[in-house]
């Protein structure tokens, strides 16, 4: 039977990660040399051979990413960065090295099984995208480039992480934030209460903050996190992928990105986004107009509404319309019980359990690893890293730690998330069965004979569907009701939840046009000339949001998508009109029905990235996916 990666101890990590990088990079350069001298070798020898390449890579990048993102030592984070570097300089070198796609040009496919015939056309098609065809210059620009655009989002990422700010204020500036936050912020010798922009302590400010001063200063310093060093990281992001695009042959970075994924070309992004913009119009408007006319009853003279009010009034507007007091409903959910509810409802949803393994090493004694067990036998591990940190990443995020082949290494996934450690807000709940769902993804789809097709390796725009598909069991009376208790040990009411569901129905309209902002944004970005983002910024949101720009302030520097999704952050919405889709195949009344659990499990998650996505949907569904029931849900 497999073992898991047995991780170091904290202070072992960095000679570790140095090993563990030193060990791939030598393994991968040996399988190339192997490969390079061996006399006519046969198409199963060379995707063989790739996969002996893409395994050892893939381990160490992993693993040097999620060091670099987590780690609570700064060094052993720069270890992570720097094994990054290496990493990529292999793989850039690999992508560009004529000799080798030669040998992969040379084979025939003829014979081979579907997953090998796969897997060769990509190891073609990536060969072809990294330029390995271009002159030698070309080819010289494009290492350079590389290069240059891996230090670029290395000091992107770095900016956010290490950018926290703050603002501190009088106790009496805090009215209306709930008793245990405020016990958990008091204030210091000079009688000032100190309040990061983490979301711990952000998102309920916003939320519950009675006074607006102390709303704004917060979003203030919210929306300028990483401001001013990361304008011109981003400008200079931007610039190196579009070079890059332009050497490769194509018109925009967008079109180059695209291609690779379900929506094919950066036109059809466009469309794509103002084809939800549309038909968000309606609902946002009306939604709009109810929070305005909230706000206007304390603020007669407000003409607008932006986010210094939005979670404010918004928040207002739940609670005396559809009567969901937020402050009650976090009363059941304490994050302990929550976090077992979780894997309580996930296990037997996909019928898998998850055992904790008390004495795996950790980074950081607030992480807790579990067994991902299946009919008794390990199939994987994951890990749990739930609450912020100073130098830790700042949003949620499934990162992978071991990519699943069969027979050699067991799929292994970690959470980073940034939630409260008591009573969580709904929201953080519904975040964590978001991100969980990449997780599971991770592990089920783990079993593949080649790390290429592993886990969540489909079109990077079809990521996002299982995740947002499982949030919908966040938001199910039945399912709550089995771990979300009070003090008192009462079980969240059904009543209570299906107002909460209404209430989060409101503003669904507004928030696709804000989404349609971000990603108009994205896309704009990667694919107009830029001088100035701001000025993009305000153009885009212009366009698309229902809420008004607020001046002085630099959203993009904050938004870590703008670097890891590049032009693709409508992702999001396109895998949430698929979600949509494949969940309206389960019993909205019985979400514990195995039946349609597990032949999701078995059809969408298990084969990974071994078919295309919209395949493994037709197959799940027995019809192709469609926009309807993400229509429907709109437009109610
Ligand atoms: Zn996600």
Redesign the pocket.
């Known amino acids: 039977m497999l073992s898991p990666l047995a991780l170091p101890a904290p202070q072992e990590a960095r000679r570790w990660l140095v090993q563990r990088c030193d060990d791939s990079l030598a393994r991968a350069a040996q399988t190339v040399a192997e490969l390079k001298s061996a006399q006519d070798p046969s198409a199963a020898q060379v995707v063989d051979a790739w996969n002996e390449i893409q395994i050892a890579l893939g381990n160490a990048s992993a693993a040097a990413s999620v060091h670099s993102e987590t780690h609570p030592d700064a060094a052993v984070r720069e270890a992570g960065d720097d094994a990054m570097r290496r990493i990529d300089a292999f793989s850039t070198d690999l992508g560009l090295d004529r000799e080798l796609s030669d040998i992969v040009g040379a084979v025939s496919d003829e014979g081979l099984d579907h997953d090998s015939a796969r897997l060769l056309s990509r190891i073609r098609r990536d060969f072809h995208r990294s330029g390995v065809d271009r002159d030698e210059a070309t080819r010289a620009r494009l290492k350079e480039l590389a290069e240059l655009e891996l230090a670029a989002s290395q000091e992107f990422s770095r900016n956010i992480r290490d950018g926290v700010r703050t603002i501190r204020v009088r106790p009496e500036d805090l009215a209306g934030l709930p008793e245990d936050w405020l016990k958990d912020h008091p204030a210091d010798d000079n009688g000032l209460v100190t309040v990061t922009t983490d979301y711990p302590d952000s998102v309920p400010l916003m939320s519950f903050c009675t006074n607006r001063a102390t709303r704004e200063a917060m979003t203030l310093e919210r929306l300028n996190v990483a401001w001013p060093v990361n304008d011109e990281v981003l400008l200079r992001l931007i610039a190196l992928r579009q070079e890059r695009a332009t050497l490769l042959g194509y018109a925009t970075w967008a079109d180059f990105d695209a291609e690779v994924k379900m929506i094919k070309t950066g036109t059809a992004i466009r469309e794509f986004i103002d084809k939800i913009a549309a038909a968000a119009q309606d609902s946002a408007l009306r939604d709009k107009g109810v929070v305005l006319r909230r706000m206007q009853q304390d603020v007669p003279e407000a003409q607008d509404i932006t986010s210094v009010d939005l979670a404010y009034y918004g928040e207002l507007v739940r609670k005396e319309t559809y009567d969901v007091d937020a402050q009650l409903v976090r009363t059941y959910f304490d994050f302990a019980a929550v976090r077992q509810g979780l894997l309580d409802v996930t296990a037997r949803l996909f019928g898998l359990s998850w055992v904790a393994v008390l004495d795996a090493p950790v980074w950081h004694p607030d992480v807790t690893a579990y067994d991902v067990v299946r009919d008794d036998e390990r199939i994987g591990r994951i890990y749990l890293d739930l609450h912020p940190r100073d130098g830790k990443f700042k949003h949620a995020?499934q990162f992978d730690l071991v990519s699943g082949v069969t027979g050699r290494q067991l799929p292994e996934g970690v959470l980073v998330c940034n939630l409260t450690r008591g009573l969580m807000e709904h929201d953080e709940v519904v975040t964590l069965f978001?991100?969980f769902g990449?997780l599971i993804h991770h592990v089920v789809g783990g079993n593949q004979r080649y790390v290429r097709f592993s886990g969540v390796a489909t079109e990077w725009d079809f990521?996002?569907a299982p995740?947002q598909m499982l949030e919908e069991w966040a938001w199910d009376p039945t399912v709550l009701a089995s771990f979300a208790k009070n003090d008192a040990g009462q079980p969240i009411p059904a009543a209570l939840v299906e107002r909460m569901k209404k209430g989060e129905d409101f503003g669904k309209g507004y928030q696709a046009r804000t989404q349609m902002f971000y990603a108009g944004l994205s896309h704009a970005l990667y694919t107009d000339p830029q001088t100035d983002v701001t000025a993009t910024l305000r153009e885009q949101q212009q366009r698309y949001s229902v809420f008004p720009y607020i001046p002085g302030t630099h959203f993009h520097c904050a938004f870590g998508h703008l670097d890891g999704y590049s032009s693709g952050y409508y992702t999001y919405m396109w895998s949430l009109v698929i979600a949509k889709d494949m969940f309206s195949a389960f019993d909205p009344h019985d979400l514990f029905d195995e039946h349609v659990a597990s032949r999701y499990r078995d059809t969408v998650l298990a084969p990974g990235g071994s078919h295309d996505a919209a395949d493994l949907v037709a197959d799940f569904l027995g019809r192709p996916y469609s926009f309807d029931a993400y229509a429907e849900w709109l437009a109610r």
């Open positions: 995020a978001h991100e990449h990521v996002e995740s």
